[in-house]
């Protein structure tokens, strides 16, 4: 490669034009992402997607972080935690509801991307591998869409930007509690 190639490549690199059709791109991309439909994903399909948690982290905040000053739930995370638990209980009555069952405690790993009016974006979830059945997760995302549908987070607390919240959470049907 010649050393003109490579100064006219680089000129251009750093040219307003390609700079303006960067930001273009990143634009189309946020407006894209605002235009889909909700979204529940087991993990295996989220990769699939061609999604990337470094593209939706960067524009969903994380509501917790070890940095406070990064959180979107700073100085209300008590709040958000409340919103947060009250929403896997509501889940997990909605299931009660429609007769299903996990027959045992069940371990899953969620991601979980909210609007900036708290409806739900993405919701991304990973079973242990070989611990669920796959018709035991493919009934449960069924009713994961359904529950979704229209379901606002239940904060005090409203941030007005959109945010995310991932961990572990263990499903018990009601009839296994102690």
């Known amino acids: 490669m010649s050393n003109k190639y490579k100064t006219g490549l680089y000129s251009f690199l750093k040219s307003k034009i390609f700079k303006s059709i960067k930001a273009a791109a990143v634009l189309l991309l946020l407006v894209s992402f605002n235009l889909r439909a909700q979204e529940v994903l087991p993990a295996s399909k989220f990769n699939e997607y061609k999604l990337s948690n470094t593209v939706?982290?960067?524009?969903?905040?994380?509501?917790?972080?070890?940095?406070?000053l990064k959180a979107v739930f700073f100085k209300h995370d008590?709040?958000?935690?409340?919103?947060?638990?009250?929403?896997l209980q509501d889940?997990?009555?909605y299931l009660t509801m429609n007769n299903f069952k996990w027959d045992k405690p069940t371990w899953c790993f969620t991601k979980v991307y909210f609007n900036k009016k708290g409806g739900v974006d993405y919701f991304i979830y990973?079973?242990?591998?070989?611990?669920?059945?796959?018709?035991?997760?493919?009934?449960f995302d069924r009713h994961?869409?359904?529950f979704l549908k229209g379901y606002k987070f239940k904060s005090k607390y409203k941030p007005g930007i959109p945010f995310y919240?991932?961990?572990?959470?263990?499903?018990?049907?009601?009839?296994?509690?102690?």
């Open 91 to 93: 889940l997990g009555d």
């Open 144 to 146: 994961l869409k359904d």
């Open 56 to 68: 939706l982290d960067s524009i969903y905040k994380p509501a917790l972080h070890s940095d406070s």
């Open 78 to 87: 008590e709040q958000f935690t409340d919103a947060w638990t009250k929403m």
């Open 165 to 178: 919240q991932s961990g572990p959470v263990t499903f018990i049907d009601q009839h296994l509690k102690p």
């Open 126 to 139: 990973n079973f242990k591998e070989d611990a669920t059945p796959l018709f035991k997760q493919r009934e």
